[in-house]
C-alpha cells in the first residue's frame, strides 16, 4: 500500500527565512502525482503546489517550490521568504495512481516568528 | 464560486445521538471524499464515491455510513456517535478525469465533539 511520511512535527522559520519540509513516501507506481496542502488556522485546506513524477522538472509556485528526488521517494517543499501568512500545517499527499484515494502524511506544523 | 460546502461547521451531540454531515459540490466534479483529521495522525479516508451511484469503504469506516445523493451531493451520517468519533471531518472532490492526476478540493471542515 502506498504511504506518505512526514517525519517533522513541528518546525520554525524566522520571517524572510527559507525553509524546508521534508516528504518521503513508498509507492510501486512509475507515475504517480504528489501535493502539498497548507493548512492556516482557519481549517481550510489549501492546494499550494504539485508535480507529475514522470517530469524531471521541478514544479516551482511562487515562493514555493518543489526538491523531488524520485529515485529517493523524497518530495520536500521549500518556503523562500517566508511570511507570516505561511504559520499553518502542512500536509504532504499522493493519489496511487489509478485510483480515486488521496494518501496524507500527518503533517508538519510550522511557525514564522515575526 | 463556492467550489465544496459542507454543513455544519460546528456541532456538538451526545453519546449514542445520530446525525448527518451534508456535503455539496458546484464543480461537477465526479469523485468525492469524507476524511476525518485527528492530532498527530493527518487525514484520514472514511469513505469515498468514486462517480455518482458508487460508494466504498476507506481506511476508517467503521461507525459511518455515506449516500452518494446525486453528483452535486454527498453527505455522512453517524448512526450512534461515539466519543472516538470527535474530530474534524472534511468533505472533498476531484474531478480529473485520469485518476489520481487531479488535486482534490476540500470543505472548510466540521468540527464534531461527542461528548
Not at chain 1, 492556516?40 to 511562487?62: F, G
Not at chain 1, 500545517?89 to 484515494?101: E, L
Request: hydrophobic content about 30%; glycine content about 6%; charged content about 20%.
Amino acid at each position: 500500500a502506498q504511504t506518505v511520511t512526514q517525519s517533522q512535527p513541528e518546525m520554525s522559520v524566522q520571517e524572510a527565512e527559507t525553509v524546508t519540509l521534508s516528504c518521503t513516501y513508498d509507492t510501486s507506481e512509475s507515475n504517480y502525482y504528489l501535493f502539498w496542502y497548507k493548512q492556516p488556522p482557519s481549517r481550510q485546506m489549501i492546494l499550494v503546489i504539485r508535480q507529475e513524477a514522470y517530469k524531471q522538472q521541478n514544479a516551482t509556485e511562487n515562493r514555493f517550490s518543489v526538491n523531488f528526488q524520485k529515485a529517493a521517494k523524497s518530495f520536500s517543499l521549500k518556503i523562500s521568504d517566508s511570511q507570516l501568512g505561511d504559520t499553518a500545517m502542512y500536509f504532504c499527499a499522493s493519489p496511487p495512481s489509478g485510483t480515486y484515494k488521496y494518501i496524507f502524511g500527518t503533517g508538519t506544523r510550522l511557525k514564522v516568528l515575526a | 464560486n463556492a467550489g465544496v460546502t459542507q454543513t455544519p461547521k460546528f456541532q456538538v451531540l451526545k453519546t449514542g445521538q445520530s446525525m448527518t454531515l451534508q456535503c455539496a459540490q458546484d464543480m461537477n466534479h465526479n469523485s468525492m471524499y469524507w476524511y476525518r483529521q485527528d492530532p498527530g495522525m493527518g487525514l484520514r479516508l472514511i469513505y469515498y464515491s468514486a462517480s455518482e451511484g458508487t460508494t466504498d469503504k476507506g481506511e476508517v469506516p467503521n461507525g459511518y455510513n455515506v449516500s452518494r445523493l446525486n453528483k452535486r451531493e454527498f453527505s455522512l451520517r453517524l448512526e450512534s456517535a461515539a466519543p472516538s468519533q470527535t474530530s474534524v471531518y472534511f468533505c472533498a472532490s476531484s474531478g480529473h478525469r485520469d485518476r489520481g492526476r487531479g488535486e482534490a478540493f476540500f470543505g472548510q471542515g466540521t468540527r464534531l465533539t461527542v461528548v
